[in-house]
C-alpha cells in the first residue's frame, strides 16, 4: 500500500520521490508542474509510472540520506548476504560561473557482499498515466518518447537487459542516467561518480553557510534542504509542495495540485529561509514577485501563479490517474487562483520589506522598489474589510476574514515603516496613518467580547488557527491579554490530541477530520510567546516524532493513529519546523 514514508531528491529543476524500495514513485518532467511521468504514487497495482532497482530475494532494506544533503542511499540484502548499494539524487552544482541543475536522475549501484542478482524495471508515462508513444534504443541508451518529451537513459548496464526486464548480476557497480535526449560527453559511469561527487560537495557547503539554532540542528538542516528543494531554479518561485491530490483524509474529496506558487506560503518560506541565512532565495523570489506585479499591475493579484509567473489554467480532473490508494479525484491546476484573497497584498510587501533592511544583499531596497509597491499598499486599504475565500481557500462561501484584514494591515504598516527607513516622510506619515485607521477597525470588529478572544471573521463567533499569527505579525503584543486568550481558547477548541486543526467548522467538504499540522507549530511558538516554554518544548518535541523516517512532513495529519496525509513535502510544515526550533532553542552561548 502506499505511503509518504517517501524520500525527496531534487535539485530546483525536478524533483522526485523514493520509496523504501528504492522505487522512484512520482517525478514530473521537464520541471515541477510538468507532467507526471513518473506517477505510480497516483497509479498503484499498475506496470507504468515507475523506476525501480529490484533485488531478487530481498530480505532487507535500509535507507537514509547522505549527511547533509538530498542524496538517498539504500541498502539492500538478500537472503543469501547478497548486497547492493543504491544512491540516488539529482545533479546540482556550481559549473562555469552558474548553477548546473540539468532535468536529471542519476541512480549509481554498488555489489557491497555476495552475488546480488537484480532487475532494473523502468515504465515512464506520459500525458497522466497514459501509455508511452514509443521506445527506442542505441548501443549504450534508452529514449523513452513521450509527447512532447523524449527522455534518455545512459547506461553501462546493457540496454537489452532493461528493455526486456532480464535480471543479472552485480559484479561490481552499474550507473544510469536518466534525464534530456542528449548524449552524454563521457561514459555513464564516470558522469554519475563526478557528479555525485559534485553534488554533494555543494550541499554540505551550502549547509555550512546556514545559521542554525543549537538545538535540533538535524532536524532544522533537512527542513532547510528541504525547502531549497521547492524553489523552482530557473524563475525563484517556490511550491507549496511537489505533489498533486494527495488527499486530506481518506476519502474526503480534499485532492488539491500543489505544483505552483502561492504568495502567502512563499513568504512564509522566503522568511523561514532567510532567518537561517540562505538570502539568496529571498532575492530570488522577489524578482519572481515584481514581475507579477509589472505584469498585473492593472488587476488584481491571484493568490497562486505556475512556476514561470503565469495565471493558471482551469482546474480540471484527470481520469487516467485513480489516485493515492485509489482515492480519487486526481486534479491538475488549482481553483483557488481564481478566488479573491486579500492577504496576497500584504504578503508580497512583507516578502519584499527585508531588501530594504537587510544590509548582506547584494541588491538593496530604494525608493523606487518603494514606489512599486505603493500600489499594493492601496488595495489593502481598499481590500482589509471586504468578504473573500480567506486563508483556508473556501470555495463555497466568503467572509471578511481577520488573517486576510490583519495581512492587509501588514501591507501598510510595513510600507511605513520602510518610507522612514528611506526618509520619505511625507510617505511615512500617509502609510502610518492608514494603518492605524486599519488597525482601529480591525481591533474592533475581530473582537468578540461576549467569548474574550479574536475570532476567524468580522462580527463572528468561530475560531481559527491562523489567529495565531497575530503577534507574529506585530499586530498585538506577545503578552497582550486580547492574543494570550486568543491562544488558550484556540488550544481549548480547535486542540486534539496535541494536534490542532486549522478550524472544525464544517465548510465547503464537511467537517476536517485532520490536522493541518503547521496550525500546530504556530500553537507551539504562540505558547511559547505567552510564557509558557516548557508545554511548548514538549509538544515540539513529540511534533519531531511525527516526522517520516526522513525527517520529513506532509501536509495534514490523522491526529489519533499520526498517519500523514496531503501533499508531501509540505513546505508550510517544514517551515513550522525552522521557526519553531529558532524561538524554542537555547542559545549557543548558553548551552555549556
Not at 158 to 187: K, M, R
Not at 426 to 437: G, L
Request: hydrophobic share 40%; charged share 20%; net charge negative.
Amino acid at each position: 500500500m502506499a505511503s509518504l514514508d517517501l524520500a525527496l531528491i531534487g535539485n530546483g529543476t525536478i524533483g522526485a520521490f523514493v520509496d523504501p524500495a528504492a522505487e522512484i514513485t512520482w517525478t514530473c518532467f521537464p520541471r515541477f508542474d510538468g507532467d507526471p511521468m513518473f506517477c505510480s504514487l497516483l497509479k498503484p497495482g499498475d506496470d507504468i509510472g515507475f523506476f525501480a532497482i529490484e533485488l531478487l530475494d530481498r530480505a532487507r532494506v535500509e535507507q537514509k540520506y547522505l549527511h547533509n544533503t538530498p542524496v538517498v542511499v539504500t541498502r539492500v540484502t538478500d537472503s543469501a548476504g547478497g548486497a547492493i548499494e543504491i544512491t540516488d539524487f539529482a545533479p546540482r552544482f556550481n559549473y562555469r560561473g552558474r548553477v548546473f541543475s540539468p532535468m536529471m536522475i542519476v541512480r549509481r549501484i554498488q555489489r557491497l557482499a555476495g552475488h546480488p542478482r537484480i532487475r532494473v524495471r523502468l515504465r515512464p508515462a506520459q500525458s497522466y498515466g497514459q501509455p508511452l508513444a514509443a521506445t527506442t534504443s542505441g548501443s549504450n541508451h534508452i529514449r523513452y518518447v513521450g509527447n512532447p518529451l523524449v527522455l534518455r537513459l545512459t547506461t553501462d548496464v546493457p540496454v537489452t537487459t532493461i528493455l526486456e526486464g532480464n535480471a543479472f548480476f552485480v559484479d561490481d557497480a552499474a550507473t544510469l542516467v536518466l534525464g534530456p535526449d542528449e548524449t552524454l560527453q563521457e561514459a555513464a559511469g564516470e558522469v554519475g561518480k563526478h557528479f555525485l561527487s559534485e553534488t554533494t560537495a555543494y550541499w554540505r557547503e551550502w549547509v555550512r553557510s546556514l545559521a542554525i539554532p543549537f538545538e535540533w540542528q538535524d532536524a532544522v538542516i533537512r527542513a532547510a534542504i528541504t525547502l531549497k528543494l521547492n524553489v523552482f531554479e530557473d524563475t525563484g518561485a517556490i511550491v507549496a509542495a511537489l505533489t498533486t491530490s494527495i488527499p486530506e483524509a481518506a476519502g474526503s474529496s480534499r485532492n488539491w495540485d500543489y505544483r505552483y506558487c502561492w504568495l502567502r506560503d512563499a513568504y512564509f518560506v522566503v522568511n523561514a529561509l532567510n532567518r537561517l541565512g540562505a538570502t539568496q532565495t529571498m532575492e530570488r523570489y522577489l524578482n519572481f514577485i515584481l514581475n507579477i506585479v509589472a505584469d498585473g499591475a492593472d488587476r488584481p493579484l491571484d493568490p497562486v501563479y505556475t512556476i514561470t509567473g503565469h495565471r493558471l489554467p482551469p482546474e480540471r480532473v484527470v481520469a487516467s490517474l485513480p489516485g493515492y490508494r485509489g482515492i480519487g479525484p486526481v486534479r491538475v491546476g488549482n481553483q483557488a487562483s481564481e478566488q479573491a484573497q486579500h492577504d496576497v497584498y500584504g504578503s508580497s510587501i512583507l516578502a519584499a520589506t527585508h531588501v530594504f533592511y537587510d544590509r548582506r544583499l547584494v541588491h538593496q531596497g530604494d525608493e523606487s522598489l518603494f514606489r512599486r509597491l505603493e500600489p499594493l499598499g492601496e488595495r489593502c486599504v481598499k481590500l482589509f474589510d471586504q468578504p473573500d475565500a480567506g486563508l483556508w481557500e473556501l470555495r463555497g462561501s466568503t467572509h471578511v476574514h481577520t488573517f486576510s484584514a490583519v495581512m492587509c494591515w501588514v501591507g501598510c504598516e510595513r510600507l511605513g515603516r520602510i518610507a522612514k527607513q528611506l526618509g520619505l516622510a511625507d510617505r511615512a506619515a500617509y502609510w502610518c496613518d492608514r494603518a492605524r485607521e486599519l488597525h482601529e477597525v480591525i481591533s474592533q470588529r475581530a473582537w468578540n467580547a461576549k467569548l474574550g478572544t479574536f475570532v476567524a471573521t468580522f462580527g463572528g463567533d468561530t475560531l481559527d488557527a491562523s489567529l495565531l499569527q497575530l503577534n507574529e505579525l506585530f499586530f498585538v503584543a506577545d503578552d497582550d491579554p486580547r492574543f494570550v486568550a486568543t491562544v488558550r481558547a484556540i488550544g481549548k477548541e480547535l486542540k486534539r490530541g496535541k494536534f490542532v486543526f486549522r478550524y472544525t467548522t464544517p465548510d465547503d467538504f464537511g467537517t476536517p477530520s485532520n490536522a493541518f499540522l503547521v496550525c500546530s507549530f504556530w500553537y507551539i511558538n504562540a505558547l511559547a510567546a505567552i510564557g509558557e516554554r516548557d508545554e511548548a518544548r514538549k509538544t515540539f518535541e513529540y511534533l519531531l516524532e511525527c516526522r517520516n523516517r526522513h525527517g520529513l512532513l506532509a501536509e495534514h495529519i490523522d491526529p489519533n493513529t499520526h498517519e500523514q496525509w496531503g501533499n508531501f513535502v509540505q513546505t508550510y510544515s517544514m517551515v513550522g519546523l525552522i521557526l519553531s526550533a529558532i524561538r524554542l532553542s537555547q542559545r549557543w552561548d548558553q548551552a555549556f
